[in-house]
C-alpha cells in the first residue's frame, strides 16, 4: 500500500510538471477569478474598479447617504479587491523573501492597498525602516498593465547584492500578476518572463551564493 501512494504521488507530480506552463504567466488575484489587468481595466467581463468607482459617482449623482445599502456595498465590493491583492503580494513576494531569510529576516508587511479607478498601490513596511514604507503600484494604461516601485523608501538603503535580490522578487511578482511593461528606479524585468526552471534555479543560486 505504501509503495502504491509513493507511485501515485511521483506520477500525480510527473504530471503537474507536465501541464504547468514553460513560463511565468498571469494567475488569478481576485476572488472571482479575476487577473490584476481585468481588475482595473474597463471591458465587458472585467473591470471590477472602473465598474465600482461608477456605480459609486452614480450613487452620489442620486444624493445617495454614504451610509445607505448600495453605498456600503459597493466599499465592499472595492475593499475585497484591497484583501485580495494583499493576500497576492503576501503569498507571492512576501513568503518567497521570508523563505530566504532576506535582510536577516526582517519583517516586511504590508502597510496599506489603495485602489482607484485604474491604479492599485500596495506600500510595503520593513522593520529595519519603519518610516520610509516602499510602495509597489499596478496601473492600467491603453490597456495594459504597468508596474513600477515607487516611491522606493526603504528599497534605497539596500546594500548592491540586497537590491538585485529584491528587484528579482518583484520581477518574478510582476510577472505573476501580468505586467506588461516596468517602469521607475528600479531595475525590473517583465518580459520576456522567467521560465519556472530559470525562477527556481534564480533562487536556488542565491540561497548558496553562487550568482545565476
Known amino acids: 500500500m505504501f509503495g502504491f501512494l509513493v507511485w501515485e504521488l511521483k506520477e500525480n507530480w510527473r504530471l503537474y510538471r507536465a501541464n504547468r ?3 511565468m504567466r498571469a494567475e488569478p488575484v481576485g476572488s472571482h477569478g479575476e487577473t490584476m489587468l481585468r481588475l482595473p481595466r474597463p471591458a465587458c467581463h472585467s473591470g471590477t474598479l472602473p465598474k465600482a468607482f461608477s456605480a459609486l459617482r452614480r450613487a452620489v449623482q442620486r444624493g445617495e447617504s454614504s451610509d445607505g445599502k448600495r453605498f456600503r456595498r459597493t466599499w465592499a465590493a472595492i475593499h475585497r479587491v484591497e484583501l485580495d491583492v494583499q493576500r497576492f503580494v503576501e503569498r507571492e513576494l512576501l513568503n518567497l523573501l521570508a523563505d530566504r531569510r532576506f535582510l536577516a529576516g526582517a519583517a516586511i508587511g504590508v502597510r496599506s ?3 482607484s479607478i485604474n491604479r492599485i498601490d500596495v506600500a510595503l513596511t520593513c522593520a529595519t525602516w519603519p518610516d520610509r ?44 500578476a501580468g505586467v506588461a511593461e516596468a517602469s521607475g ?22 540561497v548558496t551564493g553562487v550568482q545565476a
Do not use: I, K, M
Open 113 to 115: 492597498v489603495h485602489a
Open 133 to 176: 514604507p516602499a510602495v509597489l503600484s499596478w496601473e492600467c494604461l491603453a490597456g495594459r498593465l504597468v508596474g513600477r516601485v515607487s516611491p522606493t523608501g526603504w528599497v534605497n538603503y539596500l546594500e548592491p547584492a540586497d537590491c538585485a535580490t529584491l528587484a528579482a522578487a518583484v520581477s518574478g511578482l510582476f510577472q505573476r
Open 185 to 206: 528606479p528600479v531595475p525590473l524585468t517583465v518580459l520576456p518572463p522567467f521560465t519556472w526552471l530559470n525562477w527556481v534555479h534564480l533562487w536556488q543560486s542565491r
Open 21 to 23: 506552463p514553460r513560463n
